[in-house]
C-alpha cells in the first residue's frame, strides 16, 4: 500500500485499517476485564484482549482471526490465543462452533454487557448458527430452537447438539443482486 502524503502527515492505508480494528475492540476492555474480576478470575492482558474481541465482534471468530486482531494493538502468541480461547469456553463465556473448513469459530455466549453475560449460566448456548457459503461470516441464531423430539439407542447420552443452516447472508446476498 502506497502512502500518501496529507498535509503534514503521512496516511498509510493499511496502518489505519489495522488501528481501526485495534478500535473496534478497546472500547470493550474495560468491560471484559469488569467481568471477568465479577467473575473472581485472574486478570491477564491476552484473557482481557480476547474476551474484549469476542464481545466487540458480531460474527464467529476464528482463533486466527483473534489472534490477528490482538496483533493489531499487542504482541500475543497463537498459543496463549488459543489457550484464552478454549479457557472462556470451559467457563462458559463462549461457544465453540464447528465448521466445514475444520476450523473452531469462537462466539460470546450473551450479549456484550457484563451484567447480562454473569446471568448466563456455563454452556447455556443451545442455539442454531448460520454460516455463509460465500463469505463464511457466521451467526448465531436465537430465534431457531434445537428442542429436537428424537430417540437415542439404549445407553447413548448425547452431550450437544449442533445445528448448523448453511446460505447465503444479506451482505453476500447484495453484492450477488
Known amino acids: 500500500m502506497k502512502a500518501h502524503y496529507t498535509g503534514t502527515l503521512f496516511f498509510n492505508a493499511k496502518l489505519f485499517l489495522d488501528f481501526l480494528m485495534a478500535v473496534r475492540f478497546l472500547d470493550q476492555l474495560t468491560a471484559a476485564e469488569l467481568l471477568l474480576r465479577e467473575k473472581g478470575e485472574r486478570i491477564t492482558q491476552p484473557r482481557v484482549a480476547v474476551l474484549a474481541i469476542l464481545m466487540s465482534s458480531e460474527h464467529a471468530a476464528s482463533h486466527l482471526d483473534v489472534a490477528f486482531e490482538i496483533s493489531t494493538f499487542k504482541v500475543v502468541d497463537r498459543v496463549t490465543v488459543y489457550r484464552v480461547l478454549e479457557w472462556l469456553t470451559q467457563l462458559g463465556l463462549a ?75 444479506a451482505a453476500c446476498t447484495k453484492v450477488v443482486a
Not at 442455539?127 to 461470516?137: E, L, N, Y
Open 95 to 169: 461457544h465453540r462452533i464447528a465448521c466445514d473448513d475444520r476450523v473452531w469459530r469462537f462466539m460470546l455466549n450473551a450479549p456484550s454487557s457484563p451484567k447480562k453475560l454473569e446471568q448466563k449460566q456455563p454452556h447455556e448456548h443451545e442455539h442454531a448458527h448460520f454460516t455463509c457459503i460465500q463469505c463464511g461470516h457466521m451467526s448465531c441464531l436465537e430465534s431457531v430452537s434445537t428442542k429436537l423430539q428424537f430417540q437415542l439407542p439404549k445407553g447413548y447420552k448425547p452431550n450437544e447438539i449442533d445445528l448448523m443452516i448453511r446460505g447465503v447472508c
